[in-house]
């Protein structure tokens, strides 16, 4: 039976919108079967610009935020060759904790390299509520000093996570903390301390976030609003403390958690003359701001330090090439703490060698100062 032309046109209505509906779906599939996660999306970048692979610090440095969990016993021959070959003149090791163990570590140490690495103590907050508290461990504290401790490191789990005799978390600025900190200025020894963790950590883990991959790869990061106190509020209650001791010296570990807002924390600076900080693990908030981070770090260059984190030899590359050239959108070394690009900062001379080991010289104590010599 033949069609009648309306039938034909109907048909071929309906064949026009199959094939288009097939063609649409067939490239629906084919984006998905191509379809890529973000951690390994690893694109070349085609920029045709100059590089400066910096391996070597222009100038000896200070790191002051180091961690040898091993010192006691490590053979620290290939640690001191490394060091040598990255211009390290003094590592700082915040992991020296105390008693037998810091007096175990120093006595590794002082077998050959006294003069390259500096121990910071650590003390138990958790004890607050026992028998003896503060004396005890004040006790504790002069005796790592006569030793030869040269701070006290602070971390991030006073605050978040240490808890009272009565399961009350402990605010850093407990008044039954503060003989601590009164005690770290009349020893002369300056606080190196470690509060809360970055602001994106309490937001929604959605598209949004900028530390997502972070917190897909590590989820126990991430802090529910719903059973943590908010990132205000325990930052609030850290610069409470460098308020009210005045005396002592604090370095607020890893920029603050403000290299992503260099204003606010250049305000804390001025509030507060007893306040220094580091570039641990947050040198990517540095790399991606250029105009204005290098503008800060000018205006402040007497009150940051040199500091790394987690040790890796070939990470300090980027340390050096984000602080020294003017190179241009490179890779930081770990995607979870910088999907973005870094930028050189061409940090003067002058600049450079305060961050390196003139700020470190000032305020922690008994550092060599002939492995710096060379250089004035």
């Known amino acids: ?56 610090a222009k100038f000896p440095f200070i790191d002051v935020h180091n961690h040898q969990f091993t010192m006691p016993i490590q053979n620290l ?18 992991s020296g904790f105390r008693g037998k163990y810091l007096e175990w570590s120093l006595e590794n140490v002082n077998k050959k390299y006294g003069n390259r690495f500096v121990l910071f103590m650590n003390i138990d907050f958790e004890k607050l509520d026992d028998e003896g508290w503060p004396e005890k461990t004040l006790e504790i504290m002069e005796e790592a000093v006569s030793m030869g401790a040269k701070g006290l490191k602070v971390y991030k789990s006073l605050g978040l996570t240490d808890k009272d005799n009565e399961g009350n978390r402990i605010q ?3 008044s039954r903390l503060d003989p601590i900190w009164t005690k770290c200025g009349e020893l002369g020894i300056p606080v190196l301390i ?29 802090k529910d609003p719903n059973s943590n106190p908010s990132f205000e509020d325990v930052m609030a209650e850290q610069h409470s403390i460098f308020r009210r001791h005045p005396n002592t010296k604090f370095i607020a570990a890893h920029l603050g958690w403000f290299g992503n807002d260099l204003n606010r924390l250049g305000k804390i600076l001025d509030e507060m003359p007893n306040v220094y900080t580091e570039l641990g693990a947050v040198l990517a908030e540095l790399g991606r701001q250029p105009i204005s ?47 973005w690009k870094m930028y050189g900062l061409g940090l003067p001379d002058s600049v450079l060698q305060k961050i390196y080991y003139k700020n470190a010289l000032h305020l922690i104590p008994g550092i060599d100062e002939s492995l710096f010599e060379v250089v004035d």
């Open 1 to 56: 039976m033949a069609f009648s032309k309306k039938k034909w046109l109907w048909l071929s209505l309906f064949t026009l919108l199959f094939l288009g509906f097939s063609y649409w779906l067939i490239g629906k599939i084919q984006y998905r079967l191509q379809v890529m996660d973000v951690e390994n999306y690893e694109p070349v970048s085609t920029l045709k610009v100059p590089e400066n692979l910096l391996t070597r």
């Open 77 to 94: 021959d290939k640690l001191v060759a490394e060091m040598d070959e990255l211009n390290m003149a003094v590592m700082v090791n915040l």
């Open 172 to 174: 850093v600025d407990d």
């Open 194 to 222: 470690h509060t809360g963790e970055p602001p994106a950590f309490w937001l929604p883990k959605d598209k949004n976030n900028e530390r997502w991959l972070e917190l897909k790869q590590y989820p126990s990061r991430y």
């Open 293 to 339: 981070a290098r503008k800060w770090l000018i205006k402040y260059q007497d009150r940051v330090l040199m500091g790394k984190d987690s040790y890796k030899q070939e990470e300090y590359h980027t340390y050096f090439r984000v602080l020294e050239t003017y190179d241009e959108y490179f890779d930081y070394y770990r995607k979870r703490h910088a999907h």
